[in-house]
């Protein structure tokens, strides 16, 4: 285990020999060609509008918002779904929240299709994840409830079936994020679900009621400290359309109860195991080691990962993984609540990690903020990842203070500088950025295939963001679908390594990430100024490696396993 005391002796002597203002985060910026980051919503026809509680006087008001990015019909574009949530009054009263499913018309716009789906009324929807529990190729969703979670089964006609409780996956706890991914390499997609407080509508706590319903001297609502924990699930899927709840025996369940929010799986080791990271809100993160047998061992102190440089717990909400560095090995980044900071864990190799944060220069401008939806994603498609935090606080009552953090604030841009350190560019992507809002989710894909990744944003009160990436024209790019030829053809867990103008990247397929969120199931890589990609190497998830050369950039291309680049038309499933 690496030593607390010495992380935290390494940390304040770095912030006193190297004191970073914002200003000059800033001012590293102002060099470079930012591309604005533009709000479109009003032209996409989507009239979503997130529920709102305006005292939030409980706490499960406000942590909602999360945001599904989901080709369902396998046409080539990407669709979205919005997770809604009621009151705690309407809930009592037995009304209900619409989520929504809006349909990619292929030209800006979108159209609901709820109804005609059938996933309109999931429960008290907090995110989820898409999955595959058939390996049919149509991405299912699994979305995570206060009460008993939903898993809509793509019909390949486009609508879902609920099939919750044939799957037995509903957990019936407060869950708030959720990843699939094949931990057991089996063939089959797995689920894990985070949960978070022991929250009970005929057992509310009392808002201001405690000395842990109080911030800075006001009554706020109570939780998650001095709230019992809920505890968190490991289904595995056994093949046949049922899952077995494996929580206990590969000890996932949590017995102590930490307050989970999001989870993700990723090979951090490179090994071709999927590990699992949970981000816990005021308690230490977990990082659940697979050690190749169908077993894990939990070790998030000796990676480095549990706690930050300082050895404090903090209020992680979201995560993002990402290569940021070009080294092959995957960090990990995750949100904070104010006061505390965002934390980038630099992955050192064999499952160890050090805390970066200050270093990289991601962690001076979060303080003040309470972070949630996250994305590493390369917004200039200069081949280095950028990193994007939507913020919000979770007490309207901070307005009341004359001092202190909003309610509602901006989002933060770190733009990659490609030694390590990131400059902030909050201010340059063009005004929706600055714009203060109370943000959730975030999840990141390229809306409109032009080749630049988009955020589409959940807000807890009110309508979402659908924030369009006018981009640099002057990089180049590639995006890559692929298809497994075994197991799941949607390729969870595949592993992605390019090639191009002599830098290398990798990327990963990954189910469930940002904050109760899912991201564009295909890999974007952008490619500066090289000509061509000289090598694409895949990992698939049944283990075999293929390498692909000399791709033309500024295209789609559909990789299946076993043939190499196909038409796409090749790779949908076909209509049931």
């Not at 991914?181 to 689920?191: K, Q, S, T």
């Not at 990723?266 to 195991?273: D, E, I, P, T």
């Amino acid at each position: 285990m690496k030593s607390l005391r010495a992380i935290t002796v390494a940390t304040l002597l770095f912030c006193l020999i190297h004191p970073t203002t914002a200003q000059e985060n800033k001012e590293a910026c102002t060099a470079r060609k930012i591309p604005q980051l533009t709000n479109v919503l009003a032209k996409t026809g989507i009239k979503f509008a997130h529920t709102s509680a305006p005292e939030k006087k409980y706490i499960i008001e406000s942590m909602s918002g999360g945001v599904l990015l989901v080709d369902f019909d396998m046409d080539g574009w990407q669709d979205i779904y919005f997770t809604n949530a009621p009151t705690v009054d309407m809930s009592i009263k037995g009304q209900k929240s619409k989520s929504a499913l809006y349909k990619n018309n292929r030209d800006g716009t979108f159209t609901d299709i709820t109804d005609a789906a059938g996933v309109g009324f999931p429960g008290y929807a907090m995110g989820g994840a898409v999955t595959d529990v058939n390996n049919d190729g149509w991405p299912d969703l699994y979305i995570t409830c206060l009460g008993g979670n939903v898993l809509y089964r793509n019909n390949g006609d486009g609508t879902f079936s609920d099939a919750t409780k044939q799957a037995g996956v509903a957990d019936g706890r407060w869950s708030a994020g959720a990843a699939s991914a094949d931990y057991d390499n089996d063939g089959f997609l797995d689920v894990i679900v985070a949960n978070y407080v022991d929250f009970k509508m005929n057992d509310l706590p009392v808002f201001g009621s405690m000395p842990t319903c109080k911030f800075r001297g006001i009554d706020v609502q109570c939780g998650p400290r001095g709230l019992k924990g809920a505890g968190d699930s490991l289904f595995r899927n056994k093949g046949d359309g049922t899952f077995e709840d494996v929580s206990k025996q590969l000890k996932f369940d949590d017995p102590n109860g930490f307050y989970g929010m999001q989870p993700v799986w990723s090979s951090l080791a490179n090994n071709g195991l999927q590990d699992a990271y949970v981000a816990n809100d005021s308690t230490a993160n977990f990082f659940y080691r697979n050690d190749g047998d169908g077993k894990f061992s939990e070790i998030g102190l000796e990676s480095g990962t549990a706690v930050s440089g300082d050895g404090s717990e903090q209020g992680s909400m979201g995560v993002a993984i990402g290569d940021y560095l070009h080294t092959g090995n995957l960090a990990i980044f995750t949100t904070n609540f104010v006061d505390e900071y965002n934390t980038l864990y630099r992955n050192d190799g064999n499952h160890n990690f050090t805390d970066v944060s200050f270093s990289s220069k991601v962690a001076q401008n979060s303080r003040p903020l309470v972070g949630w939806g996250t994305g590493f994603f390369d917004l200039d498609n200069d081949t280095w990842l950028d990193l994007l935090v939507v913020n919000g606080h979770v007490y309207p009552q901070m307005d009341n203070i004359s001092s202190g953090a909003r309610y509602r604030q901006p989002k933060l841009l770190h733009m990659n500088l490609g030694n390590g350190t990131f400059c902030d560019a909050s201010q340059q992507a063009g005004t929706a950025l600055q714009e203060p809002h109370v943000s959730r989710g975030a999840a990141f894909g390229d809306l409109d295939n032009d080749g630049d990744i988009d955020v589409v944003i959940g807000e807890l009160d009110g309508v979402p963001m659908i924030l369009q990436n006018e981009g640099d024209k002057t990089n180049r790019w590639i995006s890559l679908e692929l298809s497994a030829a075994k197991g799941s053809p949607l390729s969870i867990g595949a592993r992605v390594k390019i090639t191009a103008g002599g830098i290398s990247q990798v990327e990963e397929i990954r189910s469930g990430s940002s904050y109760l969120s899912q991201n564009d199931l295909r890999r974007h890589f952008g490619l500066g100024k090289a000509a061509k990609v000289d090598s694409v190497e895949i990992r698939w998830p049944s283990g075999k490696i293929e390498t692909i050369r000399d791709l033309a950039p500024g295209k789609f291309y559909a990789i299946k396993e076993g043939t190499g680049v196909v038409e796409r038309e090749s790779i949908r499933p076909k209509k049931k």
